[in-house]
């Protein structure tokens, strides 16, 4: 009986091995965009939401752009009453690593850094640190519009020139 458990472990490890062995070092470069928004369940407002999915996909037309929403609420409220399912930024950072994506841009539509961004870059730290084989090649998180002085000011700038009047 002894020999024949050690046989079994000496199996299990040469089975084992093999299949690290097996499994692809380097997978070719697979790059998305995950555009981050809380949601909006308002015709109008997703409209402001689709046209910034629709530039990125157009600034980046070799990448592929998804959307996700924060807010459950609001992708409950989709889902019910459209019948569309849209991720959470979890689910879909997972779905994209299913997929083989190698590079993945995470671009929050937030305006200042608050809850919701630092949950959003707890989420992107978390997956960043898995290391092996379902490791991002790169994971990075954009930032908010408006997460520094200089920001502000660009944007006041911006805001005086174009209500100038």
Not at 40 to 50: F, G, H, N, Q
Request: charged residues 25%; positive net charge; proline residues 5%.
């Amino acid at each position: 009986m002894k020999s024949f458990v050690i046989a079994l472990v000496m199996l299990t490890l040469v089975m084992s091995g093999t299949a690290f062995a097996a499994a692809p070092k380097d997978k070719p470069d697979k790059k998305g965009i995950l555009v981050v928004a809380f949601g909006t369940s308002m015709p109008d407002a997703k409209k402001a939401i689709d046209n910034l999915v629709d530039s990125t996909k157009k600034a980046f037309p070799d990448t592929e752009v998804r959307l996700a929403y924060t807010s459950n609420i609001i992708r409950r409220k989709i889902a019910k009453e459209q019948n569309v399912n849209i991720p959470t930024p979890t689910s879909a950072l997972a779905q994209m690593n299913d997929e083989g994506f190698t590079h993945v841009y995470v671009m929050p539509m937030h305006i200042i850094p608050g809850e919701e961004y630092d949950d959003i870059a707890g989420l992107v730290n978390g997956f960043a640190a898995v290391k092996g084989k379902y490791e991002f090649k790169e994971l990075k998180l954009g930032r908010p519009y408006l997460s520094s002085a200089a920001d502000c000011d660009l944007m006041a700038d911006i805001l005086m020139k174009r209500f100038a009047k």
